[in-house]
Structure formats: C-alpha cells, structure tokens
C-alpha cells in the first residue's frame, strides 16, 4: 500500500526549482521541471552519492562528430560526486538508458475546482535484471498535485 505525503504547495516550488524532504525514512528530491513534479530517490546507482543534491542542467547530443547540439535544458540531473547524468522525468541514465534506469510513474494535476490533468510519463518499469555492475537504478516515486499542493506517493 502506498502511503501519501503532502510536499508543499505548487507557489512554494516553482519551475526549475526542488525541494529534498525525508520521508518515510527515504529522502527524496522533488524537483518541478516545466511545471511538471517529479521526485527521485537521493541516491546515485553508481556510489551512493546525494544525487538529488547535483545541478540541474542539459545535456549534449551529436548526429555526427561536427555538429554537437544543447539539448533538454532544466531536466537532467547531474550527479555531485562523479557527474553521471539522469533524466528527472524518467530516471533514465543519459550514458546508458535502456540499463541503467528508473521506474517511472503516472502524475496527475489537481486544481482546487477538482479538474483533474493526467500526463503520462514514459513507462520506464525497472528492468533490474539488464543492469550489469553492482549500480542499483534510481528510484522514482508518483507526485500529484492536489488543491495545490505536491504531493509523493511512496
């Protein structure tokens, strides 16, 4: 059964902003990327680093050798010790995604007037027995936004 964790309110946690909370004996990063929550175990797979205290930037791609491009500005997550890099939506390593990587989960939005968004984050279940080494994936936890307020389901 999954227990239910009011965060803060949706004003106390802007765009490009996150907030680390202990909860249920966990901490967890919180972090509201485009105005969408997502929150993530604070433990990086590869040495068990804070992850969710690292800076939160983009990442580079490149068709080819010459043309290198800038690319998901604001929600990569880049880990303090050793900069392995993950996808806040996704927990997906940004070096090896289809290995290393997340469950991911459902958010939904809740307005005070009780409409009721639904967005659907890539369903990313935790393949653990294609990850090789002794890294662990990142734990990804379901956040709603209820009357304004974020909320984490563990």
Request: net charge negative; proline share 6%.
């Amino acid at each position: 059964m999954e227990k239910r964790f009011e965060i803060c309110s949706t004003d106390e946690l802007p765009p490009g902003k996150r907030t680390i909370v202990e909860l249920n004996g966990h901490s967890i990063g919180v972090f509201n990327v485009n105005g969408e929550y997502h929150a993530l175990k604070n433990d990086c797979p590869h040495q068990r680093a804070p992850l969710c205290m690292g800076k939160v930037t983009g990442t580079t791609s490149a068709t080819d050798p010459e043309k290198v491009e800038w690319e998901d500005d604001g929600q990569i997550l880049r880990c303090p010790w050793h900069g392995w890099e993950f996808d806040i939506a996704t927990g997906e390593s940004v070096f090896n995604p289809h290995k290393v990587r997340a469950r991911s989960f459902d958010t939904a939005v809740e307005s005070t007037s009780g409409d009721t968004s639904e967005e659907s984050a890539a369903d990313g279940g935790c393949d653990c027995g294609a990850v090789e080494g002794d890294q662990p994936p990142v734990d990804t936890y379901e956040v709603d936004v209820e009357d304004q307020q974020v909320v984490v389901y563990l």
